[in-house]
């Protein structure tokens, strides 16, 4: 049967050449049509839930963000695995999905739970942009002997970070650090007890005086 394959294809060798050029073309196309990545990513399927408190400890951040915000996100369907870092100010929890898993429909999971969640302090639990774990390619630090910390962070979150999210394919950019503007009031109970004023007064008076209003009409008169 060999023989008969080996004499057929000589005998028939246009057709035979004519059929490996038609393959050969075909492979070439192909080829060029193939996706070709220099990194592809070959990470799973995670979220990232993102929690910044100022001023807690790492201690609270778990028993008080970290924590409930763990047992609300138990029982995901498709969840692999969960893990979590609480540090100064800041609770990190990553949610690792099985293989399969859509990235949108596993993002409106979490934030289907992350809306039930109650946290104290006013922290509001935020899903980072849809990125590959594989996707950060560039940290930095800013530094200054000349200005001071405030003023490095007016420069991060108004000037460098509107820049990089300028740059095409860039998703996010992430923050950590720098400082943040306060205004504290200082009460002197002394001076309380002196105008017949509690406590509430002075926080309902600041509440108004700090409230924003839209334009509207006047009316006085028949104007």
Do not use: C
Request: without cysteine.
């Amino acid at each position: 049967m060999k023989k008969n394959i080996t004499l057929l294809t000589i005998e028939k060798r246009w057709i035979v050449a004519a059929l490996f050029v038609l393959l050969a073309f075909f492979g070439y196309y192909s080829w060029k049509q193939l996706s070709i990545e220099a990194y592809p990513d070959i990470a799973d399927v995670t979220s990232q839930v993102v929690t910044q408190v100022p001023g807690l400890a790492a201690e609270e951040i778990e028993q008080q963000i970290t924590i409930p915000i763990e047992r609300a996100l138990n029982g995901l369907p498709g969840m692999h695995v969960m893990r979590s870092k609480s540090t100064f100010g800041l609770s990190m929890i990553t949610i690792v999905f099985e293989d399969g898993i859509e990235d949108y429909w596993s993002r409106q999971r979490v934030q289907e739970r992350l809306n039930e969640v109650e946290l104290p302090y006013g922290a509001v639990a935020a899903l980072d942009p849809l990125t590959s774990p594989t996707g950060e390619i560039y940290r930095y630090i800013i530094e200054s002997d000349n200005h001071s910390l405030r003023e490095l962070t007016d420069l991060q979150n108004w000037v460098i970070i509107p820049r990089i999210k300028q740059v095409p394919g860039v998703a996010d950019v992430s923050n950590f650090g720098g400082i943040t503007t306060q205004y504290q009031i200082e009460i002197d109970p002394y001076k309380l007890e002196q105008y017949h004023l509690a406590l509430n007064d002075v926080i309902d008076a600041i509440e108004n005086n700090n409230s924003n209003v839209g334009g509207s009409i006047l009316n006085r008169g028949d104007q």
